[in-house]
Each structure stands twice: as C-alpha cells, then as structure tokens.
C-alpha cells in the first residue's frame, strides 16, 4: 500500500462524523416530513378551511422561529445529547395524542408545540453540520440539507401517506412517535455530550444579529432564505390540496406532487455543490435558480393540467435547492460565530415559512388557491429586475457600528 492509498486524518473525520451524522439527518427528515403530511391530513379529516389549515401549518413554524435563539442559547450551555434525547421522547408523547384531537384549535396548539422542539433539534444539528464543514469539504456543503430534504419531501411524505391509507391516522401518528425514540438513540452517539461553555459570545467573531447583517453575504443570503422558505412553505403546505381541488387527484395521490419537488431539491443539494459553488459563476447560478422558481409559480398559479403542475414541481425543486445550497456555503465560508449564524439562517428560514403559512391561507381563503403562487411571483420578480441595486439600498440603511 503506498502512502498515497492512506486515508489521511481528515479524511478518516470526516468519514466517521457523515456516517452517523447523515442516517440522522435522514431520519429526522423523514420523522418531520411524516408530521407535516399527518397534519394536512389531520386538518383536512376534521374539515378545516383553507385560512384554518394555513394556521395548523403556520403554528409549527411560528413556534420554531420563536425558539430557534432560545434553543442556540441552551444547547450552547446545556448538554446537547440530553436536551436532543428529552425533546425526541417529549414528541413521541406528542404525536400519540394528536390524532385523538376533535378541535382544530387543540391542532394547532399541538402543533405548535411541535415546533418548540423541533427548534431545539433543528439548531443542533445544522450547528455540528456546519463546525464540521472544513473538515467535510465545501462541496458537501448541501449535504446536510439534501439528506433532510430527501426525507422530509419524498420518503416522509410517501410513509406518511400510506400508512394513513392503510393503517389511519391513529397508527401513523404512532408511527412517526416511534421514529422519535430511535432519533433520539442516533442523536445520543452522534452529536456531542457537552455545550461550549464560554458561550458563543465568548467568540471574537461576529455573533449578534447586527453585526452578522452588516457582512454583505450573510445579509444576502438570509434575504433569500426568507424568500425561498415562504415559497416552499405555501406550496408544501397546500399541493395535496391544490391537486385535489384543481386537477381532481384522489387525497392520496396528492403526495406526488411534494414528492418531484422534493427529489428535484435533493439532486441539487447532494450532487451540484461542485459545479454550482464555483466563485467565478455562483451569482450567475442563483440567477438562474431564481428563473426557475419564478417558471414553477408561474405553472402553478395559471395552469389546470397535471404535466404541468408536475413539470412546475421540478422547476420549483431545482431553483429552491440551488437557492438553498448557495446561502448555506455563504453563510459557511463567512468570517462569522458559526453556532450564533447557523441559528439565524435557521431563524430566516422558519420566519419565512411562518409567515408563509398563515398568509398563503388568508390568500387561499379569500382569492383560490392558484392565486397564493401568483402573489409570490412579485417579491422574486423584485429580486430578479435588480437585486444588486437592492442590496446596496439595504446597505445605505444599516444601523452604523458602535
């Protein structure tokens, strides 16, 4: 064996820390996406309108964007292990009650809770991801996020969706509970046993909210990582609905359409780092990424044929995983606190999808589902017509430094 054939250190890191961290992420993804598709399904079983479904999906994310700081601050002092294994065992609880629930108020509230967890989940994960990047390589710098994708959009939502039309929704709740106690088994040997005690705030690098948005990529990018989770948001949150009131679709075929759009993020996230993260072209490849999101609205808000909606899938997967991989690699490569910037492209994230949720149902309610995607076709027009001009605009209004 020559010395060339040895795996050096790094190698051997990084090898070790992506094969528990990726059967995690999986995992998680599909335990996730397993919940939200229980949730429409949940809702639309107990007759809800669209505004009321907008709500049960919205308090989810809601809840996340309000404890996505609070969990960075706990686990950056607390024990990560512990408090992973107590919230993955709290919801195990959580989903064996929800399909006992009569009242889509009581829903939502569950929901919400959900989403407390998550939170706390969510953060410790993309922080040990992201401190683990240079070990890694940049060009797995989507695979975090590709592998949650792939299970929170396409095998999530298909286990979900058959175990409700073969078992109902009492022993897919218990299902997706199961999941639960086996995350918080992986999590145990995956993520490690002690915070960092000096805090992040210890950091010399950047770590605040102002001193992050005053550093021109990690501003950019969580624009657009508002933008691009309001966008999947409405449609996730929507496309089992939308396929059944517009194209006709049995319930259970509706999944289809949160499946292609899923496979497409995920091919991006997993295999276009290489070519997508190249600095001489990566402004000119989230352009593009912008295109074709802006093509999937457009489908979806004007079409009432099925290749078409599928086709806009695709579009909309392909833009929202290159939109997706290139914020993350910014935020990766920025000068900046890591555990305080991973938790505020997170924060960016749920706010859009917060946001998203409850204002596509009022849109749904009062205008018809097709009309949600026309309304976000004008915030990325907006970003497309000149969005250089409009960060400098954004730039000439930031708070002077101390």
């Known amino acids: 064996m020559t010395t060339d054939s040895i795996p050096s250190a790094n190698d051997l890191a990084a090898r070790r820390f992506l094969s528990g961290f990726i059967p995690l992420a999986l995992l998680s993804g599909i335990a996730v996406g397993m919940t939200k598709v229980l949730g429409t399904l949940m809702g639309i079983h107990l007759g809800v309108s669209h505004w009321q479904l907008g709500v049960i999906g919205g308090a989810e994310t809601i809840a996340m964007a309000a404890g996505m700081l609070p969990a960075g601050w706990l686990l950056s002092r607390g024990n990560p292990r512990k408090l992973y294994a107590a919230v993955s065992l709290f919801l195990t609880g959580l989903m064996l009650v929800l399909p006992h629930l009569r009242s889509w108020q009581f829903v939502a509230f569950a929901m919400f809770a959900l989403g407390l967890c998550m939170s706390v989940r969510i953060v410790a994960m993309s922080t040990a991801f992201m401190l683990q990047l240079p070990t890694i390589g940049q060009s797995r710098a989507g695979w975090y996020k590709g592998t949650l994708t792939l299970g929170v959009q396409f095998c999530g939502p298909l286990l979900g969706n058959e175990l409700v039309a073969r078992l109902g929704l009492s022993w897919g709740f218990a299902a997706s509970g199961a999941l639960f106690i086996v995350l918080a088994l992986i999590g145990w040997g995956v ?24 550093i021109p990529d990690v501003r950019r990018s969580c624009a657009f990582e508002v933008l691009g989770n309001m966008t999947a948001i409405s449609y996730s949150t929507f496309a089992i609905l939308l396929a059944v009131e517009v194209l006709g679709w049995e319930l259970r075929y509706g999944v289809w359409l949160l499946v292609s759009q899923g496979l497409a993020t995920v091919a991006v996230l997993l295999g276009g780092g290489r070519l997508l993260l190249d600095p001489a072209r990566i402004d000119f490849h989230q352009r593009c990424g912008h295109v074709l999101i802006l093509a999937g609205l457009l489908l979806l808000g004007t079409m009432h044929w099925a290749p078409a909606f599928i086709a806009a899938s695709v579009f909309l997967g392909l833009g929202l995983g290159v939109n997706g991989l290139v914020n993350y690699s910014r935020i990766a490569q920025a000068p900046v606190n890591k555990a305080r910037a991973s938790a505020q492209l997170a924060l960016s994230g749920t706010m859009g999808s917060a946001i998203a949720a409850v204002t596509a149902g009022a849109i749904g309610h009062v205008f018809g589902l097709q009309n949600i995607y026309l309304v976000w076709l004008l915030p990325w027009l907006l970003l497309m017509l000149d969005w250089r001009r409009l960060g400098r605009w954004v730039v000439a209004r930031q708070v002077p430094a101390a």
């Open 191 to 214: 993520l490690p046993p002690q915070g960092r005690r000096d805090g992040p705030a210890a950091s010399p690098l950047p770590g605040s909210l102002r001193e992050l948005l005053r």
